[in-house]
């Protein structure tokens, strides 16, 4: 039995002008009737094949949705998760560079995020309901692997690949590995497929990792006082809430995280340029 997007050893069974004929060897039929055969076509035949001899190949369908064999390596199979680059934005839907001579077919409602000509995303393949190859974006959560290698601390490089919205923001590490930004983190200015420098600030029991965008926090610090400093004067010097407020207001008119603003704020108000009274943080005159 043939199988779509997967590859598979199988034998010559007929040498004709165009490339050869194969079939599986497991087959009870032995490859005798044509629909029990699969074309190789004649540029992809290795030199010196001849009937009966078995070759690994991949199938998938050509441009006019016949199954075909090939002795090219796809960038993806069935079931699996790669990185492919876009080739074209058209109304049916969104087509990738897998590697072989017909693009893969990215529908519209496999898409998670906006993407553009030039993109590299990851997708997944499976087999639509019309018996196509294609890709999706979506569930890519559950194939993620979890067994990296990295622990607490160490610098890593990620892929966006969705916007959770409450949840945070998912990345692959690695292209492989699952790991998330938190939700209170600013990557309003990221796009799906974007590469980013990360540090790994905590791995879950279950191997999963949470990463950070921002230095550890005595490097960090100094930026987010100057960005404290920047928000207290589009107040115009008075900022009607301190460290006490709720982390959702923080988030919101910071894009800090609790911790990090209380940091910031410990940081300007030893340095004397800010004052803590009446619920409000001010910013020193002498210091404007």
Known sequence: MFRLGEYQNLKVAKAVDFGMYLYDPTDAGKGQDAQDRVLLPKKEVPENLKVGDEIKVFLYLDSSDRLIATTATPLITMGGMATLRVREVSRIGVFLDWGLPKDLLLPYHE?????????????????????????????????MSTDSPYKTGDQVVGRIYEFGHDFGTFVAVDDRYSAMIPAH????????????????????????????TREASYLQMD??????????????????????????????????????????????????????????????????
């Open 223 to 288: 930026e987010d006082a100057e960005k404290v400093l920047s928000i207290i004067r589009s107040y115009a010097g008075v900022l009607p809430f301190t460290e006490k407020a709720s982390p959702e207001v923080i988030s919101r008119e910071t894009g800090l995280s609790k911790n990090a603003f209380k940091r910031a704020i410990g940081r300007l108000y030893k340095q004397r340029q800010i004052t803590l009274e009446g619920g409000k943080i001010r910013l020193n005159q002498d210091r404007s």
């Open 185 to 212: 983190e600013d990557v309003s200015d990221c796009r799906i497929g974007q590469v980013l420098s990360l540090r790994v600030t905590h791995v879950k029991p279950d191997g999963k990792l949470d990463v950070t």
């Open 111 to 143: 898409l998670v995020g906006k993407v553009e000509e030039g993109d590299e995303i990851l997708v997944r393949m499976y087999q639509d309901k019309s018996g196509r190859l294609a890709a999706s974006m979506r569930h890519l959560y559950d194939v």
